[in-house]
């Protein structure tokens, strides 16, 4: 799992083509939208008219004495309360859409935008962080949207509603209301951004909390074997401790806040009490205008904060929506043009009828590649790989080994220069098209949860169990999975975590040969099974590979001593080329690699015996 | 009973705070229900010259002899009362906050220590993201419902019950007709919050599986990638996006019915109490001020009794969540009955006749394992994967505990050693060492704080790290992790032999811990740590049959059980598993005439 720190956002000025985008995909359901907020609208409505009804009860029917108008009383009443009712339950449902509605399309293009943007993308950007924008993000924003947008509404056509009412029936004990007003609203946006602002520290020390313990959990074997659990628990406590300061404090500011407002509305009821009553006692007003207003002020409060709230979240959502549609607009560095999209399709529509055979012919022409943070490794490389040749990749860290099989793969494009496939620059056919021709096994297997089956036949879905079992049984996994009491239905866990690093290298290799790639690439992809296993996947492979190009990376050189060629890179350049045999003969820089291996003295001894 | 042990252990000094704030929080609903009966005095009282329904001790403030005074004085009374009201009110909520925070706090240390005290086996099957959850929401969800929903409760309950008061003093057949609908309404709201459980836990899973999808989609992207497999994650994620707003859509629709319903019914009772009120105003039976404050008590009773239900039909979620607390507090931590004996380790181990299975397998890992390893020896232990090699790394440090057999250090059981003690003097470096989010000086330092900076970089170069670290653009202050850099298996491994090399211990472990460093760099690090190293007993597990042949002693593991044991000489003597191994790594001839035999 990751936990990412979230980081600190500035509230910026409102931003109008953040909300353009945004809005605009509000536009397939307007329906929802509108609907949501007419509901709004009545509801405020109904919230203004209703004082006014037990107005007209106190002065038309208690004060005349007469139940004459007891009816109209009641039958106001069923209106309202099936109103209510209907109100309610559509603005609930129309909201709620919207909600879902809009956090899905906003999920929908992120994710398939992820899955376009190259690897380097990768290289920047942790996991953590787009998980907070898949998530977090794309809820709060449209949180706000729709709940929002439609308390929004409802707030300040409840507000406006009651402000001309009031105003018409008694003007002068409407200014005496609405002079508190300004405060209201002045204190509420006051509080409201202190205490979002408190909360934003208590998330930022949350998610600091949660990977801590996330830290603590996946680190155990470490920290146990280290003993620093009293260490670790010292700097745990020191973000615990700060989670408590910060919380207290925002829970200080919200303690005050309710109150004060509260309290202010008190003192323009006692206004309305004073001025109300006298005007009462010379019978300028009845007792039902006393009640009206004195209720009116009531029913102020919660608009009042409401708003204050939601408008203080607005400036929140505006970062979330800038992150996201700055995910679901960035331009992937790697794609394919629109002419190849058209004739070969893209990732999501492969167009197999348009594709040609792929054979394997792999070439390096006049290659330069940077990454971006412009460190140079490769530079005028060349190389030629026949197809069906099997290549094994030698040299120090940092050689250049990856790099050249991350170009093949088209994980990363020639800085200049161009690769061609079968003769062609790979850039003349689709990314699909190569990769689905693609074996590729890594040193770090990456497991999906699910059964070792599903694992293995991600590579060809269509895989029968027959053939599942067969490749495993070539590298040598069956072995150890027929030893599981579910076999093949063995449950890998998250990320694969229930096996070790060997047996999850092997599955992975197991899924690569099931896809019956032409061109297949071992990145250390055996370098934690143990040397037996290892020979026997060895011999298998000698197997395997007949046909396909292959490309292997090895620090253990007994793996690669049968290659039709062995490579040796230096800082990007191949200082040395040719078969095992070949190379030591040459007793340069592979001879000196390989016989490393076995320098000791216990070999300088056994020479001697 | 249980239960209610289980909802108050958590507070432990805390229940005085406790008890404060809901001393001031009855007081606050007694004060609200006093309200009304401003207004009612106002209208009833001063300006009709009937009965006020305000307490004595209040009316006796508000005597003045005019209107207008009399006026003016019930609005300052009632601004002033107010203010009490208020300052009550904050202070209850800061010594809410108080405590609350206080709870927080004291139950995310508790789990943290706990969690760092659970046993090795514990860990090896507890599934992270599990228990990260149990120690964040779940203490969230209890942090609510005592901070929050208790006091709610009990503020609830004390305003229905003021209110019921208030009101019976004016008219008590009134009383009673405002309560007739009311537990309906409570009723109602406790069904339905009861059975919406089940579909709010169905969305909560659909959203994590959709929330899986993205995670492993994201961190698989070169699987994905390879295996040109995006429509296929795509497909996939919509389909699980859609599965979680169909959930949604579902929860809505109940959401709606009962919110929509509910103020139906809840103004069904406003319609009933109004109409009677009036009926009863005109028969003069109530005066016009108090038929007001009805209307004022009518939602004092109603409201509330919503959202009791609603409370107490939550209830069961802080029961699940306290259940799934006391799962991870009631497992004994790894340190209960750890002896306190610390006696000196010189660097002497012996296995003797050591047996280890876990309890759910039914065979042993490690069978009647005996051997025997001097101060300052270094044994190889060599063997396939799965045949013991880790098992009997981790009794060596009791991560694991043997049930047959005994180990010693300088002849004492290890059992009878401080696990910690134990640990200190025995150093591992293992093949997936795991890095804190620190910087990598932090992560080098961490065994040894004081270390002056000069032996941190020359731990760091011995370890041939130094040159990788240089090149970061933050050098040694690079952070690890996600807010840093992912550092490559081998450069992990190490920083584990760099943090190794600040802290002289007896006994080293290396668990097939260079097995992602190349070759050259391999050499290179085992030449330095001979000589760092001289005098520390050494055990080492690898593939590489090379570094095992350096030791002075090797022993080959395999199904659990020693097959072969000797020095590189005379287990090649033996010709037996080791010598093969050998033969496959070194042999070159060898090894072409096998697989010319192989591919012919």
Known sequence: MNYFEEEEYQDSKFDVKVWYKIFSYMKPFKRNVILGILAAVVLAAIDTIYPLINKYAIDEIIETRSLEKLPYFIAFYVVIMFLIGIMVYTFIIHAGQVQQKLSFALRKDAFKKLHELPFSYYDKTPVGWIMARMTSDSRNLSDILSWGLIDLSWGMLMMTGITIVMLITNLKLALITLSVLPLLIGLSIYFRTKILKAYRKIRKENSKITGSFNEGITGAKTTKTLVLEKENFNDFDGLTSNMKRHSIRAAMFAGLYFPSIL??????????????????????????????????????????????????????????????????????????????????????????????????????????????????????????????????????????????????????????????????????????????????????????????????????????????????????????????????????????????????????????????????????????????????????????????????????LSTITSSDSILVLEDGKIIEEGTHKELIKLEKHYFKLYTNQFKSKVIEESKNE | MKRLKQFFKWMKGNKRYYLVASLLLISLQYFRTLTPLFIQHTIDTILLGKESNLPGFIQNLLNADTVQKQLLLIAVVYVLFALMRVIIMVIRRFVNAFFTERIAYNMRNTLYKKIQNLSFSYHSKAETGDLIQRCTTDVETYRVFVGEQLIEILRLIFLMGFSIMQMSRMSGRMTLISLVITPVIFGISFIYFLKVKKIFKKVEEAEAKMTTTIQESVTGIRVVKAFAKEKVEIDKFNGNSEVYMEEQYKLLRLMAIFWGGTDFIIFIQYCLTLSIGIYYSVNGVLDPGQFIAFLSYVGMIVWPMRQLGRIVGDFGKTTVALDRLDEIMLVDSEYVNDSDNKPEITGLVEFKNVGFQFDDDDKPLLKNISFKVNKGESIAIVGKTGSGKSTLINLIIRLLDNQEGKIEFDGVDIKDINKKHLRENVGIIMQEPFLYSRTLYDNISIMNKNAPEDQVYQAATIASLHDDIKAFEGGYSTMVGERGVTLSGGQKQRVAIARMLLNDKPVLVFDDSLSAVDTETDIQIRNALNKHWKNTTVFIITHRITTAMEADKIIVLDKGEIVESGTHQSLLRDDGIYAQLWDIQTNVEYDFMKLDKGVE
């Not at chain 1, 607005?314 to 970062?319: K, L, M, N, S, V």
């Not at chain 1, 992150?323 to 999501?348: C, H, M, N, Q, S």
């Not at chain 1, 770090?444 to 879905?461: A, K």
């Not at chain 1, 079992?469 to 599981?484: H, P, Q």
């Open chain 1, 263 to 556: 309290f202010i509305a008190t003192i323009a009821t006692g206004l309305v009490i004073y001025y109300g009553g006298m005007d009462v006692n010379s019978d300028i007003i009845t007792f039902g205008m006393l009640y009206l207003f004195i209720a009116y002020i009531s029913s102020f409060f919660e608009p009042v904060m409401q708003l204050a709230n939601i408008l203080a979240r607005f400036q929140q959502a505006q970062a979330s929506a800038e992150r996201l549609i700055d995910l679901i607009e960035k331009e992937p560095e790697i794609f394919d043009t629109k002419d190849v999209v058209e004739k070969y399709g893209d990732a999501i529509n492969f167009k197999k009828e348009n594709w040609e055979e792929l054979i394997g012919d792999v070439e390096f022409k006049n290659v330069t590649f940077k990454y971006s943070k412009g460190e140079t490794v490769l530079k005028d490389f060349n190389l030629h790989v026949k197809a069906g040749q099997n290549i094994a990749l030698v040299g120090q860290t940092g050689a250049g080994k990856s790099t050249i099989v991350n170009l093949i793969c088209r994980f990363y494009e020639p800085t200049s220069g161009e690769i061609l496939i079968d003769g062609r620059d790979y850039k003349e056919r689709s990314i699909g098209w190569l990769h689905d021709n693609l074996g590729y096994v890594l040193q770090s297997p990456h497991l999906f949860s699910g059964s070792i089956l599903e694992n293995i036949r991600y590579g060809r879905p269509d895989a029968t169990i027959e053939e599942v079992i067969y490749a495993s049984k070539l590298v040598e996994a069956d072995n150890f999975i027929v030893e599981f009491k579910d076999g093949y239905d063995t449950e890998v866990g998250e990320g694969g975590t229930r096996l070790s690093v060997g047996q999850k290298q092997l599955i992975s290799f197991a899924r690569a040969l099931i896809a019956n790639p032409k061109i297949l690439i071992l990145d250390e992809a055996t370098s934690s099974v143990d040397t037996k296993t290892e020979k026997s996947i060895q011999r298998a492979i000698k197997i395997v590979l007949e046909g396909r190009t292959s490309f292997v990376i090895a620090h253990r």
